[in-house]
């Protein structure tokens, strides 16, 4: 989105200069600017990018789509969802693309053009279905009204096995550099990361491994290619032979742009999708880790040559807190640091909002969320996550089964919280909400009217302080502690274009 941000004012500055229409200043001012404030407007196009859900084949992932009614954007737009290749099958098709006697490589390229999920108006959302372990990656586009806040959210039922539970993500925009703190390569953990290419040529990446000392060594994760409009998952345990609890993945592109996200799976405890932290920084706050907690382990990273020393606090309903035994935490420059935090919620609702204790040190972090006890536990992972901004929507929600928290660390705010229509009917409702300085709260958050299958939530920042917030998903069976966790960032649906006032004198110049 910068790089969406700076092409805009680069073709308006150009605009300007073919033009003459544009003036900072005045004739005969002495130079101060006298333009306009930048407006926002809403993007254009959207690229998402979804992971392939699955290896196995008790996997049963839904689709939804959602796009909130966004003022000033285009009349018209559309979105569709296509199947990304595989790298196998890429591979395979190097020999030119030949067809064979039964249409060969033709009809498979039919396939993958042919939309897997293509949303209607914004302000409904759309699902779709699949099963089994052989479902592909996606690549989404959206355009016009379609595009300003796209979402789309992946979710997947496991009945059994490892990483069996829920397992959700939002799929994500391409970017070109990736943070996961949380992984793992101990014993019972079974962790790949999955990286997806939307464009016509093909990126290099760069995958490197962080533990408790330090980088891993390792050379199978350099140079990565993933093909045009493909997609690759690896095995973290391929990448270096060393078992380490917590881990900090690193992607960097060379090359391109990618969508990346780890799929943590456990044999015991379930699995989840490790989405990326939210960029280094000195202030991290980890919203929504759900109240029936009955584990929480944070892990952080620095990525820079200087340690890291924090405050650790917990946002409750009632204000903010340390927890007992954890008022700090140090990180060891480049070493990846595991905190076990216990049941920090008590009950309660809760984020952890961690800040500088000396000097501001930037850092990536996210924890490790076990829910249930025995046979019946669950994980999710929750990482640092940016406020939500002006507007953040999360889709895939369900009636009894959907917790939102949010968080006002530091300045009190008021929020709306709008319901969309379902996917097979109903009415939106809204709602707005006060959150008092220092706390979570998880809000009795609207429902559609009627409602018909699954709904997406849209919160918008009214007033106040940054909001951070979050969306908690439990399965369908109760004696079960199934759940996946979304976080839900500014959707970044608008961008800033400077404004251009008349000014024919500059043709005179």
Same mark, same amino acid.
């Given at each position: 989105?910068?790089?969406?941000?700076?092409?805009?004012?680069?073709c308006?500055?150009?605009?300007?200069?073919?033009?003459?229409?544009?003036?900072?200043?005045?004739?005969?001012?002495?130079?101060?600017?006298?333009?306009? #404030?930048?407006?926002?407007?809403?993007v254009?196009?959207?690229?998402?990018?979804?992971?392939?859900?699955?290896t196995?084949?008790?996997?049963?992932?839904?689709?939804?789509?959602?796009? #909130?009614?966004?003022?000033?954007?285009?009349? !018209?737009?559309?979105?569709?969802?296509? %199947?990304?290749?595989?790298?196998?099958?890429?591979?395979?098709?190097?020999?030119g *693309?030949?067809?064979?006697?039964?249409?060969?490589?033709?009809?498979?390229?039919?396939?993958?053009?042919?939309?897997?999920?293509?949303?209607?108006?914004?302000?409904?959302?759309?699902?779709?279905k699949?099963?089994?372990?052989?479902?592909?990656?996606?690549?989404?586009?959206?355009? @016009?009204?379609?595009?300003?806040?796209?979402?789309?959210?992946?979710?997947?039922?496991?009945?059994?096995?490892? @990483?069996? @539970?829920?397992?959700?993500?939002?799929?994500?925009?391409?970017?070109?550099?990736?943070?996961?703190?949380?992984?793992?390569?101990?014993?019972g953990? %079974?962790?790949?990361?999955?990286?997806?290419?939307?464009?016509?040529?093909?990126?290099?990446?760069?995958?490197e491994?962080?533990? !408790?000392?330090?980088?891993?060594?390792?050379?199978?994760?350099?140079g990565?290619?993933?093909?045009?409009? =493909?997609?690759?998952?690896?095995?973290?345990?391929?990448?270096?032979?060393? +078992?380490?609890?917590?881990?900090?993945?690193?992607?960097?592109?060379?090359?391109?742009?990618? *969508?990346?996200?780890?799929?943590?799976?456990?044999? !015991?405890?379930?699995?989840?999708?490790?989405?990326?932290?939210?960029?280094?920084?000195?202030?991290?706050?980890?919203?929504?880790?759900?109240?029936?907690?009955?584990?929480?382990?944070?892990?952080?990273?620095?990525?820079?040559?200087?340690?890291?020393?924090?405050?650790?606090?917990?946002?409750?309903?009632?204000?903010?807190?340390? #927890? /007992?035994?954890?008022?700090?935490?140090?990180?060891?420059?480049?070493m990846?640091?595991?905190?076990?935090?216990?049941?920090?919620?008590?009950?309660?609702?809760?984020?952890?909002?961690?800040?500088?204790?000396?000097r501001?040190?930037?850092?990536? /972090?996210?924890?490790?969320?076990?829910?249930?006890?025995?046979?019946?536990?669950?994980?999710?992972?929750?990482p640092?996550?940016?406020?939500?901004?002006?507007?953040?929507?999360?889709a895939?929600?369900?009636? +009894?089964?959907?917790?939102?928290?949010?968080? /006002?660390? =530091?300045?009190?705010? +008021?929020?709306?919280?709008?319901?969309?229509?379902?996917?097979?009917?109903?009415?939106?409702?809204?709602?707005?909400? %006060?959150? +008092?300085a220092?706390?979570?709260?998880?809000?009795?958050?609207?429902?559609?009217?009627?409602?018909?299958?699954?709904?997406?939530?849209?919160?918008?920042?009214?007033?106040?302080?940054?909001?951070?917030?979050?969306?908690?998903?439990? *399965?369908?069976?109760?004696?079960?502690?199934?759940?996946?966790?979304?976080?839900l960032p500014?959707?970044?649906?608008?961008?800033s274009?400077?404004?251009?006032?008349?000014?024919?004198?500059?043709?005179?110049?």
């Amino acid at each position: 989105m910068k790089r969406t941000t700076l092409s805009l004012i680069a073709c308006a500055t150009a605009l300007a200069a073919v033009t003459g229409f544009a003036a900072v200043s005045a004739p005969g001012d002495s130079g101060t600017d006298t333009a306009a #404030p930048a407006a926002r407007l809403p993007v254009e196009r959207t690229g998402l990018l979804c992971p392939a859900p699955s290896t196995s084949d008790l996997a049963e992932t839904a689709y939804t789509s959602f796009t #909130p009614v966004t003022q000033g954007a285009d009349e !018209k737009g559309t979105a569709a969802l296509v %199947t990304a290749e595989s790298a196998d099958a890429t591979e395979d098709g190097k020999d030119g *693309g030949e067809s064979d006697e039964k249409g060969g490589k033709d009809e498979k390229d039919g396939e993958q053009d042919k939309p897997v999920l293509q949303p209607k108006a914004p302000g409904t959302p759309v699902a779709g279905k699949a099963t089994g372990a052989d479902t592909p990656a996606l690549i989404g586009t959206a355009e @016009g009204s379609s595009a300003p806040g796209w979402t789309v959210q992946q979710t997947t039922e496991v009945a059994a096995g490892t @990483g069996r @539970g829920l397992q959700g993500v939002n799929c994500t925009a391409p970017d070109t550099e990736f943070w996961f703190p949380g992984a793992s390569t101990a014993a019972g953990r %079974t962790d790949y990361v999955h990286l997806t290419n939307p464009d016509d040529s093909a990126a290099v990446v760069d995958i490197e491994l962080y533990g !408790k000392d330090g980088a891993l060594k390792s050379t199978v994760g350099e140079g990565v290619t993933v093909p045009p409009h =493909g997609s690759e998952s690896l095995l973290l345990s391929t990448l270096s032979d060393v +078992k380490q609890t917590d881990l900090t993945v690193h992607v960097g592109v060379r090359s391109g742009r990618l *969508g990346a996200a780890v799929q943590a799976l456990d044999d !015991k405890t379930g699995g989840d999708w490790l989405t990326a932290a939210a960029d280094p920084a000195g202030d991290l706050v980890l919203p929504g880790i759900p109240k029936d907690a009955t584990a929480v382990r944070l892990v952080l990273f620095t990525p820079g040559g200087t340690d890291a020393d924090l405050k650790v606090r917990l946002a409750s309903p009632s204000g903010l807190i340390t #927890p /007992a035994g954890h008022e700090t935490v140090h990180v060891k420059a480049g070493m990846t640091t595991g905190v076990d935090l216990g049941e920090v919620t008590r009950g309660e609702a809760g984020s952890l909002v961690l800040t500088p204790a000396d000097r501001s040190v930037p850092v990536v /972090a996210a924890v490790r969320v076990v829910r249930g006890k025995g046979d019946e536990q669950e994980s999710a992972f929750i990482p640092a996550s940016d406020p939500v901004g002006a507007r953040a929507t999360v889709a895939d929600n369900r009636a +009894k089964s959907t917790t939102l928290a949010l968080s /006002a660390p =530091g300045k009190a705010a +008021k929020v709306k919280v709008t319901a969309s229509a379902g996917t097979e009917g109903g009415t939106t409702a809204t709602k707005t909400y %006060t959150v +008092k300085a220092g706390t979570t709260q998880n809000v009795d958050a609207p429902v559609p009217a009627g409602l018909k299958g699954s709904y997406a939530l849209t919160v918008e920042t009214v007033s106040g302080g940054p909001v951070h917030a979050s969306r908690t998903l439990t *399965g369908s069976d109760d004696d079960v502690a199934a759940f996946t966790v979304q976080t839900l960032p500014d959707d970044r649906g608008t961008v800033s274009v400077p404004n251009a006032d008349e000014d024919l004198s500059v043709l005179q110049k």
